[in-house]
């Protein structure tokens, strides 16, 4: 199905103000096109030489009048009618890209900058909206009013009316040609809108880093680049636009006018085909609305190009596969996790993990240690269903993590990153992410439960203290902190530290500590971890090297075999000491 077909059918979930537009868009039409037959009349009746009837005039001439309001008035309506339709499409159409997008798997954000994606529901959606509240409603008095010109002009003079008719090969002609050229401009100004945005995005998020390193002046410069770039495509589809539209229609307005002046001028030799002034009159103006929405529809090419390549951009998310939000629910699994033989590579064969096998016991605290790059992060990828096995299975609980559905198998898992990541709104909106499943007492005790009382105490509003966007006002072992209540309010089976402790004070990471003591009891935990005293009294550790199991055992056990752990635990402790 092609675009213009999908953007059709989106039209089609709101066809009644759609339709209602068009149906108040034919009537002014009619009631337009009404006038100059009136004025034929006038003039062929009533304004013979040396008489005129003034009352006749009259009645006419209001009558002329009347239909000018209803035509302001049918047209207020239409235009009412087609934007409500427009907006309700675009709703939608934002509605399910934004939807779909929940569904995408992770490895699509990985390789898509976030700007670009923005830009597909906001710019390229704004664009689409264009194609059904200008183009749509341009075009379609265009095709009416051309019409009934048409059936006008059949009514005037038949013959005439023939020739008139070789101007719709001429537009069809026309429009394919001017595709030909301004689809490849649109697409790589759409393109660049989507790097310009992407670029933005980019360096708000890391303005520190740019000032910090004095990068500001070579930032602009990327900047100034690609929006000269974008600049030059534009000035291309200007050109283009300004060689193919009202110069082009008023050339052949000329030739349609000229051809027009010599038949009518070789019917006045013969008197028996002589040409009354009102239907000359009635001509000349019908020849003049039918130029007026052509030069309308040649306008609007631009535009519907436009439209068609930002439909061509949302229609490309729309078609990669995502996996429906599954609302089935299971009930709380114990947290018994079994690696069997896994393998996995983000690319190809290029794996980063190699036949892994390892058990963690409902209640154990299991850490993944190891240099970067050794795989800790890809098997919390893997556990929280971020992406699937290469090769081998997971189980939980003896349960094919694969067989369920992915929200499903997340139910009962929580997980504390790194560098966390917190929502506008408040602390406790934060801790409960609106679920209504988690009151405001269960809130409190999660953050009470984690110490983060006794560090958000000095915070003038306290849990209900405004958030923005990141965070940003907080401290790093706040917002962990946060973080770590929300994965505990949850109250998972299976609770992920993803070096959560990295980040964060020495006073913060001993309240932490005890809280862990605490909570880790009837919890299945995994810990990946770079500070190797922040897991001591881990039941299991496993030491990963490039995607393979070297060493496992506790603490004690891998400094007394003199290993790989042992080495990474002296070069800490020397590290200290210094």
């Not at 101007?167 to 660049?192: E, S």
């Not at 369920?404 to 709104?425: E, K, N, S």
């Amino acid at each position: 199905m092609s675009t213009s077909q999908r953007l059709m059918k989106y039209a089609m979930y709101f066809k009644k103000p759609i339709f209602l537009g068009l149906f108040f868009l034919s009537l002014a039409v009619f009631s337009e096109l009404a006038g100059p037959f009136i004025a034929k009349y006038i003039i062929d009746e009533h304004m013979t030489i040396g008489k005129i009837e003034v009352e006749p005039i009259a009645w006419l001439l209001g009558l002329y009048f009347i239909l000018a309001v209803a035509t302001a008035i049918l047209r207020y309506f239409m235009y009412i009618f087609l934007q409500i339709g427009a907006n309700r499409v675009v709703q939608k159409l934002r509605q399910d890209v934004f939807g779909h997008i929940q569904t995408l798997p992770i490895q699509y954000f990985d390789n898509l900058p976030a700007g670009k994606i923005v830009a597909r529901v906001t710019n390229d959606t704004e664009a689409v909206r264009n194609l059904y509240v200008t183009v749509l409603a341009n075009f379609a008095t265009s095709f009416i009013s051309i019409a009934g010109v048409y059936v006008a002009l059949f009514i005037l003079n038949w013959k005439m009316a023939m020739l008139a008719l070789i101007m719709i090969p001429i537009i069809y002609l026309w429009m394919i040609l001017y595709r030909k050229y301004a689809a490849g401009y649109n697409q790589v100004i759409r393109t660049k809108i989507a790097d310009i945005n992407a670029m933005i995005n980019e360096s708000i998020q890391g303005m520190s880093i740019i000032q910090a390193f004095r990068r500001e002046e070579q930032m602009t410069k990327e900047f100034d680049e690609m929006n000269e770039e974008h600049y030059a495509y534009e000035r291309k589809l200007l050109f283009l636009d300004s060689a193919t539209s009202f110069n082009l229609v008023n050339t052949l307005r000329l030739i349609m006018f000229s051809i027009f002046i010599i038949y009518f001028g070789t019917r006045q030799i013969n008197a028996a085909e002589i040409v009354s002034a009102g239907t000359l009159y009635a001509f000349v103006d019908y020849l003049t609305r039918l130029f007026n929405p052509i030069t309308n529809v040649v306008n609007q090419f631009s535009q519907l190009e436009r439209s068609l390549i930002a439909g061509d951009r949302i229609f490309e998310v729309l078609d990669t596969k995502g996996e429906p939000v599954s609302e089935e629910t299971m009930p709380r699994y114990t947290g018994h996790v079994v690696f069997e033989d896994v393998s996995f590579a983000y690319k190809n064969d290029d794996y980063v993990l190699k036949n892994l096998s390892f058990k963690a016991n409902r209640g154990e605290t299991v850490a993944l240690v190891g240099h970067t790059g050794s795989g800790k992060s890809s098997i919390m990828n893997l556990l929280f269903r971020f992406y699937d096995p290469s090769k081998g299975k997971i189980y939980i609980d003896g349960i094919d993590v694969t067989t369920v559905p992915r929200q499903t198998i997340r139910q009962h898992m929580g997980i504390v990153l790194q560098d966390p990541y917190l929502f506008t709104g408040t602390i406790a909106s934060n801790v409960s992410l609106d679920d209504p499943s988690i009151t405001r007492e269960k809130v409190e005790a999660a953050l009470k439960a984690v110490g983060a009382d006794r560090v958000l105490k000095n915070l003038e509003k306290g849990m209900d203290e405004p958030v923005i966007e990141k965070g940003s006002t907080l401290s790093s072992g706040q917002r962990q902190l946060v973080s770590f209540a929300r994965a505990l309010a949850y109250d998972p089976a299976i609770l992920i530290l993803d070096e959560a402790t990295s980040n964060i004070d020495t006073e913060t990471e001993e309240i932490i500590q005890h809280a862990m003591d605490v909570l880790k009891k009837g919890r299945t935990t995994f810990i990946i971890a770079h500070r190797l005293s922040t897991i001591k009294n881990a039941d299991r550790i496993l030491v990963l090297e490039r995607g393979i199991i070297k060493e496992q055992g506790t603490h004690e056990e891998l400094l007394a075999q003199g290993g790989i752990y042992e080495q990474m635990y002296q070069m800490q402790a020397k590290s200290l000491q210094v």
